[in-house]
Each structure stands twice: as structure tokens, then as C-alpha cells.
């Protein structure tokens, strides 16, 4: 079973949380890629995606949405999983459930789409992003919960090797 994450990420916690699930699976056995949107040229080497994006704005970055543009049929034929990170604080601000991804997850048939707290690092970020930021009150700190991410991937792991040619049970005797 390979296994392709793309991961639209900024500053690098999506890319992060992408990572983790990678070793997720590998450790499933599950022969996984993780890379950007725009160096998949063409899905065909792939029996399963999940795609994930940070979000700005309420929305995914331009690289996620214009990977789904690309591979729109392709990912509709295969296993596919979607995931946002975003959100920060306790509890975690803002509770937007994403419609636009959600109807993408929709469209495609996605098993799941899943939204994962954030971090945020002021430090990293430029001028117009700190500005952004201070206005909306939003808290500095590392947000994500590694269980749940780890979690999460369990579980397409487990749906993958369930999927797997070499894990189908074997057929039933014919009976007399």
C-alpha cells in the first residue's frame, strides 16, 4: 500500500503534524511519500492520499486548493483523508467548521476531514502577519495535540491495511 501525504504548510506546524502522521504509518508498514502539493505531478503511483492544509483566513493555503483542482478525478478514485490545522488557545479559537473544506471533503467522497489545533510562533511570522495576529487576539503558543494526531493516523492506517489486497480474508471454502 503507498501511502502520498501532501501537506501545504507556511511556517512549518502543518508540515509537522504531516510528518508525525508519515511516521505513523511507516511504522503501520505503509510505504509513504510526504511532500508539498506542487511536486505531485500525477497520483498514479499512489493507492491512498490524505492532503492537508494550514488555514489562513478560515481557508486552506492556495497550494492545497489547487491540488485538488489537479488531481480532482484522481483523488476521487482512491482512499482519501483531509486534514486543517489551525486553530489556537484553550478552548480553540476560531471553532469555524470550514464549509469550504467540508464540501470539497463532500465532492471528493473524503473519509474524513480532520481539524487539528495550531502553533503560533510570532517570531516567525513577518510584519503583516504579526499585525493580523495582534488584532484578533490570537495566543502564542504550541497548540497541537500529538495524540490525537497520532490517533487520527492509527486509525487510516488500520482502514489501510484492512483495504489491502494482502490483508482480505481468504475466500470461503465452496461448500457440498
Do not use: C
Amino acid at each position: 500500500m503507498r501511502v502520498l501525504i501532501a501537506v501545504a504548510s507556511k511556517h512549518g506546524s502543518t508540515a509537522e503534524i504531516a510528518e508525525s502522521i508519515g511516521r505513523v504509518m511507516r511504522v503501520a508498514g505503509l510505504d509513504t511519500t510526504v511532500t508539498v502539493p506542487q511536486d505531485v505531478a500525477s497520483l498514479d503511483a499512489y493507492d491512498a492520499v490524505i492532503l492537508g492544509s494550514a488555514v489562513y483566513v478560515g481557508r486552506w493555503m492556495d497550494t492545497a486548493t489547487g491540488f485538488v483542482a489537479r488531481h480532482e478525478e484522481a483523488l476521487k478514485a482512491r482512499p482519501l483523508w483531509l486534514f486543517s490545522s489551525g486553530p489556537l488557545g484553550e478552548p480553540p479559537q476560531p471553532i469555524d467548521p470550514l464549509g469550504e473544506v467540508n464540501a470539497t471533503r463532500d465532492r471528493l467522497g473524503a473519509r474524513d476531514h480532520r481539524v487539528f489545533t495550531g502553533r503560533l510562533d510570532r517570531g516567525r511570522l513577518g510584519f503583516l502577519e504579526r499585525a493580523m495576529t495582534s488584532a484578533v487576539k490570537a495566543p502564542d503558543g504550541d497548540f497541537r495535540d500529538w495524540d490525537d494526531v497520532e490517533d487520527w493516523a492509527g486509525g487510516i492506517a488500520a482502514a489501510l491495511a484492512v483495504g489491502a489486497p494482502s490483508a482480505q480474508p481468504a475466500a470461503e471454502p465452496a461448500r457440498v
